[in-house]
């Protein structure tokens, strides 16, 4: 008995499975879009605060020296928070206290570019009607500021106006800050 063995012709190669072929071109194209990924906005950027201008009248007697703003545009929030440290004098005796935060988180009521470019957020919440508060955060981001200016802006400045009423009258309070440019918070990347 003969046996004939097929040979492959020289000039053809032998391709094998091509559902096999298909999956691993997909996994190889999968894995090179990855590898040249570039990082998308999340919606949500944060700014460390850098200068304090605080009224005193929202903040009592709580010295405030550090914080950040954060701006969440996909969750529509506008997020401050001012942390307090407590100063004790050289040779003093001090008890070792944390003081909470003060944290203020205000839905975004508009967001529209200025006359120079920059964008402009505006967060508030009245809650006057029920003895409450009426709060508002400001920001200017004039990190797209196209207008001449005499002097340097901030990268990102922000004002917190509070205002209500109690048994002593109307309180009212303004307190403004400057912060770093905003920085993309936990990057997404896509391809």
Do not use: W
Not at 48 to 72: C, E, H, P, S, W
Not at 118 to 138: L, N, P, Y
Not at 141 to 146: A, G, H, L, V
Request: proline content about 5%; overall charge positive.
């Amino acid at each position: 008995v003969q046996r004939i063995v097929k040979t492959p012709d020289p000039g053809t190669q032998h391709l094998g499975n091509p559902m096999k072929n298909a999956l691993v071109l997909v996994l190889a194209s999968l894995s090179a879009a990855s590898a040249f990924a570039t990082p998308v906005d999340t919606g949500a950027k944060t700014a460390t605060i850098t200068q304090m201008n605080l009224d005193r009248k929202a903040f009592g007697n709580v010295r405030y020296d550090t914080g950040m703003v954060t701006l969440d545009t996909q969750a529509r929030e506008v997020t401050l928070t001012l942390y307090a440290s407590r100063k004790c004098p050289k040779g003093r005796f001090c008890t070792m206290e944390m003081i909470a935060p003060y944290t203020v988180n205000l839905p975004i009521v508009s967001r529209k570019k200025d006359t120079c470019g920059a964008m402009v957020t505006i967060a508030s919440e009245d809650q006057r009607t029920v003895d409450g508060v009426f709060k508002k955060i400001t920001i200017v981001d004039n990190s797209t500021n196209k207008c001449l200016t005499m002097v340097a802006l901030s990268p990102v400045a922000v004002t917190y106006e509070t205002d209500g009423y109690s048994r002593a009258g109307s309180a009212k309070s303004v307190s403004t800050f400057i912060a770093d440019p905003f920085t993309i918070d936990g990057p997404v990347y896509a391809q």
